[in-house]
């Protein structure tokens, strides 16, 4: 179901002070395709968003680098239900630290289809999307923009491993998807295109931090 306004959701305060060093969660990140299937909690996704393109600096600077500071990322989730979040997609707004919930319902198996039919992803808590504004970016740097974007996708779907090892979860990338078919299911607007995914989910115990 489409909402028809979008309200905000904040985000707890992120961590800026987890339990794990750099050089650990570097040595521990592994791709984690079996999810136990349980949910994610608001704080930690709100940890993942932040790691990703969270504000940290007083000025706007985000936690991943870009080419002018120009941000042409946006972060959509694909949420379970959970204890604190109502399944549906969400939109992550850096500025105010929070969600736009922009549909409601359970879209993971759709996802999963979309993602060349990985049925794996359907276990997992949340998918989150990184998705380009490449026009932001290549309004300065012309062709050469688009390359600036993918890079920065890279950066950001890095921090999103190291800080979902950092949160003893267990993370995927997943860049197999038909690009219609996620815009569809995320109702993306004209000029926003899908570059990448990460899957996040409870990993198995056999699969520690
Ligand atoms: C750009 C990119 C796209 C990827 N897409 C997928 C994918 O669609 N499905 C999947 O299961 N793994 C995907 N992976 C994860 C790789 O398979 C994984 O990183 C690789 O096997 C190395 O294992 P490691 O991440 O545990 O070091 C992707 C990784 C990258 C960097």
Redesign the pocket.
Known sequence: MTLSSASLITLPQPSTNGGLTLEQAIAH???V?EFEGGSVSLAQLGQLLWAAQGVTHPRGLRAVPSAGALYPLELYAIAADSGDIEAGVYHYRPDRHGLDRLVEGDFRSRFAAA?LR?TWIERASVILVVVAVHARTMAKYGNRGRRYVAIEAGHCAQDIYLQAVSLELGA?????FSDAAVSRLLRLPEGQEPV?SIAVGQPFSEHPP
């Open positions: 990140r592994r791709s395709r993602a990985q995927t990338e997943v860049g197999a990448t």
